[in-house]
């Protein structure tokens, strides 16, 4: 059987790279439902993977999301703010269909798995209608650390990023690139609207709020710390974080301290990490990639591999990933296709129909 999806947030940055590469692996469905805010209904936008009746793809023309919109959903990928994961989520749940949420609503959620399947996709068995993916961020270090912890156990982690203004979304990219074009043609740069000062030519050592109950880490640091620790089924890691925004398009960047139970070789970490789905690791410390290098790639990259001579069994290096994609709509697709070989989203259904 073939879902019926819809996309909750389509006219977005992740929206847009949804359709991508939902037709790049052609995604199963028979059916595709664009969906986003009543300002956006009616615009038209081009799928071209294959659809029931339409093997070449189609042009689709976005809904208001809506319960009517939504009635007729199998999966529902949902890129948009908390409020709106909040609002559909439950109603989607209590008629037996699966949403697939990019925002933090629900990331931690003791009954809501969140889930990187090459890390852990076990998870998604005991689903209840809600999965969670990770933060960009929280994606390309999980998916590192995992590999390196069957090395040895993991005792600590301290991760400094370099966050992509695509994270905030599409108008603060729009907001650098009129920026950058007023500093090249000597004109008054534009004020800021999406950042609290000018992102370009800049850096912000600020991602989202700060949390006045957690000594004033940012909630994008704290979740980075909380997201990390659920995804390696490891409550207790201590862990700190600084995310910084810096003026790039496309690309999440961290530098990473990795502190272990015993010492560790480089070359035994190489190894785990070239064993690791998804993951492309640099062996060579001297060599490495930037986001220029891996934007539009699906693969998260290691490199600059080398000890913390500073810290017991320490380890030091430089990872990243491409937010849009493997950081949200390409990890949201890959959970959708591990639910569908598992049978975990018509099975679902059935138990919610019988249990109604």
């Known amino acids: 059987m073939e879902p019926t999806v819809a996309v909750i947030g389509a006219t977005g940055a992740v929206g847009d790279v949804f359709l991508k590469i939902a037709a790049e692996r052609k995604l199963p469905m028979k059916k595709l439902k ?93 689903h209840e209608g809600i999965v969670s993916i990770p933060n960009c961020t929280t994606t390309p270090l999980a998916m590192a650390l995992h590999a390196m912890r069957s090395v040895a156990p993991l005792t600590r982690v301290i991760a400094s990023t370099y966050q992509a203004v695509s994270g905030t979304g599409a108008a603060a990219v729009a907001e650098l690139n009129a920026q950058v074009e007023a500093i090249g043609k000597g004109q008054p740069v534009p004020a800021p609207e999406q950042y609290p000062v000018q992102i370009a030519g800049n850096v912000l050592p600020h991602v989202d709020t700060f949390d006045a109950e957690e000594d004033y880490y940012t909630k994008e640091e704290l979740k980075m710390r909380n997201e990390t620790r659920k995804l390696l089924h490891l409550d207790a890691l201590p862990f700190a974080a600084t995310c910084v925004r810096v003026p790039v398009a496309v690309g999440h960047a961290e530098v990473v301290h990795a502190e272990f139970e ?95």
Request: glycine content about 6%; charged content about 30%.
């Open 34 to 126: 664009l969906l986003a805010s009543a300002r956006s209904k009616g615009k038209v936008l081009r799928y071209d993977g294959p659809l029931e009746g339409a093997p070449d793809g189609s042009d689709i023309v976005v809904e208001e999301t809506t319960e009517e919109a939504l009635a007729d959903a199998d999966i529902v990928f949902c890129s948009a703010s908390s409020e709106v994961s909040k609002q559909w989520g439950p109603w989607l749940k209590e008629r037996g269909k699966v949403m697939i949420d990019d925002g933090s609503a629900f990331r931690m959620d003791p009954t809501v798995p969140l889930v990187i399947p090459e890390v852990n996709g076990d998870d998604l068995e005991w």
């Open 262 to 356: 015993r010492p560790v070789e480089i070359a035994d970490l190489v190894a785990a990490l070239q064993a690791q789905a998804g993951v492309e690791v640099i062996a060579d410390p001297t060599k490495y990639v930037t986001p220029l290098d891996i934007a539009g790639d699906d693969r998260a990259f290691v490199a600059r591999l080398r000890p913390d001579r500073t810290a017991k069994n320490g380890v030091t290096f430089w990872c990243l990933t491409d937010n849009l994609r493997k950081g949200a709509a390409l990890n949201a697709i890959q959970i959708a296709e591990e639910m569908l070989k598992r049978d975990l989203v018509f099975n679902y259904a059935k138990a919610a129909k019988a249990k109604a």
